[in-house]
């Protein structure tokens, strides 16, 4: 089968035979042969209801033509055009050409759409011209269909015709706002748009000098002085053509210092080495939540478990203070001081022996248990000395007499100091007895 272009040839060489310039030529193919795809084509439009009810009845031929039929496209875009089909009023059938009812010449863009009867005379088509075009360039489409008559047919083309231009129209960028005024360290939001008369290819990317911008928004660097940023968008189409838009900020310096404090800022009467609650806390108006660091001039303050521990003293303590220090990013800085008075520990352990005298044979034992208990530190261990020989065991609480060969009485004294230095005693009081050997 010949190509449609060499039949459009054809035609238009038989309308300068015919003289016919005014409407479209009819060409005569020979024969409707058997199976052929034009029969085939006749045979479906009359069990669609197109076949009239008689060929051959002299009258004019149907039309076939774009609207518009000239259009005008940059390259890469699209365009929407009508094919018309009109029986001239004379009741007979229109049939698209075979796989060919709208075509463009090798190279000319596409035609998309598709004939359907259902649509009546007029059926939508959109042009797709070609994307690699960088000079002004014409192209021709063409419709063609057929209409039966006495066993021949008639063709009938229309053509479109097609001037392409080059895209030299760049993206179009827009930031909105395109200035933006935020605090250090903060986000405040942009819309970002590209638009194209094509289409936009290749971005919008972003790049800024100070900051960052993604998702339309913009997060401002953390300044100790005012300063403004740019960022810039680019977008690219697909003739490589390039636009860009440009978002202005400027950024306010935090010179806001972090607020620290202490809950209860004031600590009075902490007893000589003991352990009270305390809570710091640290905020910045920019980075939120920071870390402090805490110096105290007498005991300590555990950050993870949030407690004050006093020193050990035998004095009172009527000052001493923690400070609290912290720096955000931009480099403020923010303190607090917590306040404490501390009373000093001047009570000595209690130390006692259970029970304070005992009776034991010379060489003999006895059992007494010693012990001492600090109003601060708890239970402390005593050292414990005896007199006149005799020994004691601390852990068993056993007196072990020495061998005397007169009555004696013998002493044990228990000694034991808390941590601020008091010391407390305590005695034990042994009478050791010769046992009397008379018969």
Avoid: W
Avoid at 226 to 235: H, I
Wanted: charged share 15%; aromatic share 6%; with cysteine.
């Amino acid at each position: 089968m010949k190509s449609i272009f060499h039949r459009f040839r054809i035609m238009r060489a038989e309308r300068a035979v015919e003289g016919t310039a005014g409407r479209p030529a009819r060409s005569t193919f020979p024969a409707i042969l058997p199976g052929s795809t034009l029969l085939k084509s006749l045979v479906l439009a009359a069990a669609v209801g197109l076949a009239p009810a008689a060929f051959g009845q002299g009258a004019d031929t149907p039309l076939i033509r774009f609207d518009p039929d000239s259009i005008t496209v940059v390259t890469g875009g699209t365009a929407d055009v009508k094919i018309y089909l009109n029986d001239s009023g004379v009741n007979r059938p229109v049939v698209p050409y075979p796989d060919q009812f709208a075509s463009c010449q090798q190279g000319g863009g596409v035609l998309s759409g598709s004939f359907a009867r259902s649509r009546g005379d007029i059926h939508p088509y959109t042009y797709h011209a070609p994307p690699d075009i960088d000079t002004v360039t014409r192209f021709e489409c063409m419709a063609t269909a057929f209409v039966p008559s006495d066993l021949r047919v008639e063709t009938i083309r229309a053509t479109l015709r097609v001037l392409v231009l080059p895209d030299e129209t760049a993206p179009v960028l827009t930031f909105s706002p395109a200035t933006l005024t935020v605090s250090s360290g903060t986000t405040a939001a942009s819309m970002l748009t590209a638009t194209d008369n094509v289409a936009v290819t290749n971005g919008p990317t972003v790049e800024c000098d100070q900051g960052s911008f993604a998702n339309n928004t913009y997060t401002a660097p953390v300044v100790s002085v005012d300063t403004t940023a740019t960022c810039t968008a680019t977008a690219t189409d697909a003739a490589g053509n390039t636009g860009t838009a440009t978002l202005t900020v400027s950024t306010i310096a935090d010179t806001e210092s972090p607020k620290l404090s202490f809950d209860p800022a004031t600590l009075d009467g902490v007893t000589s080495g003991a352990t009270v609650p305390v809570t710091l806390t640290a905020t910045d108006n920019v980075d939120g939540e920071i870390s402090p660091t805490v110096v105290c001039g007498r005991g300590s303050l555990d950050l993870d478990t949030n407690t004050y521990t006093a020193p050990v003293t035998l004095l009172d303590i009527p000052f001493t203070a923690c400070i609290a220090d912290a720096f955000d990013t931009a480099g403020n800085e923010g303190t607090a001081t917590l306040a404490i008075s501390i009373i000093g520990d001047n009570t000595p352990p209690v130390v006692t022996f259970s029970p304070d005298t005992l009776t034991v044979d010379s060489s003999g034992t006895g059992i007494s248990q010693v012990s001492a208990i600090d109003a601060v530190d708890g239970t402390l261990v005593s050292a414990v000395s005896c007199t006149n020989g005799g020994s004691y065991n601390t852990g068993t609480g056993v007196f072990t007499a020495p061998t005397v060969v007169n009555n004696t009485t013998g002493v044990c004294t228990a000694t034991a100091a808390d941590a601020a230095g008091n010391e407390g005693t305590a005695t034990l009081t042994v009478s050791i007895i010769v046992p009397d050997t008379t018969p």
